[in-house]
């Protein structure tokens, strides 16, 4: 039987390398799936620990029981979103790279982590808001959350603090991978070999670790917002972090930064590991269309 990536379409985005964009997808969903539900599953635990560390206010104490609460819903959430990041970013990346000069790689890196975010983040929001709820004790399961967002805040309660999560994410995806892929590129100039898998894992770590301390205070906006609920305590990004600030000191900006930096660091070298090696594999399964 043929391999099903026998049948992608191609479009020439070269004189005399043509650029497969169905297959490219293709690889980008799987990798980007497995990769994502991967890295979500083992580092759980302390995802929890930096939202509730997160969330309270003041000096109060946090609940280290139950924290692995809503792993099941936010997988069903995360494979998706995943997939279909990587599956945008990766031939968007490719496209743009064939199309800019060589010196504007980071561009290229940087847009197609942009525009990947963008459209995840549909699914990801909703997933992240119920996750984080269920992570801070709100409720006990995933479909009461969905449920009960709904019928008290509406269907946009689904989607409580989209703008943060956009305004953390969108930058966030794009540094990130752009991070990753110049590290990569250095890397193997340097080495003049393709790098190793604990190699791409470590400097997959690098990258993670860098864009998550970048980013905590976006973080801490985006957690706050999401937990509100109804109460409405905040009425925007800008005036969350003013009261944050005011109230709790400009410190509170980084709550969380420790178990971030760690959650995100060793997740981007499980993430980007598991990616690897999961498009070598499917490239050795199921290899471009020869002309």
Known sequence: MEPPCRFFASVSAAENKPFYFLHAVYEGIIAGGAAGVIAEAVLYPIDTIKTRLQAVHGGGKINLKGLYSGLAGNLAGVLPASAIFVGIYEPTKQKLLKSLPENLSALAQLTAGAIGGAASSLVRVPTEVVKQRMQTGQFASAPDAIR?????????????????????????????FCIYEQMLMG???????????????????????ITGAMTTPLDVVKTRLMVQGSANQYKGIFDCARTIAKEEGTRALLKGIGPRVLWIGVGGAIFFGVLEKTKQILARRCPEPKM
């Open 187 to 209: 890397y193997k100039l340097a080495a003049k070999r393709d790098p190793k898998d604990a190699e791409i894992a470590i400097v997959g770590a690098f990258a993670g670790a």
């Open 148 to 176: 009960l967002i709904v019928s008290k805040e509406g269907f946009k309660g689904l989607y409580a603090g989209y703008g943060s999560f956009l305004l953390r994410d969108l930058p966030f995806d794009a540094i990130q």
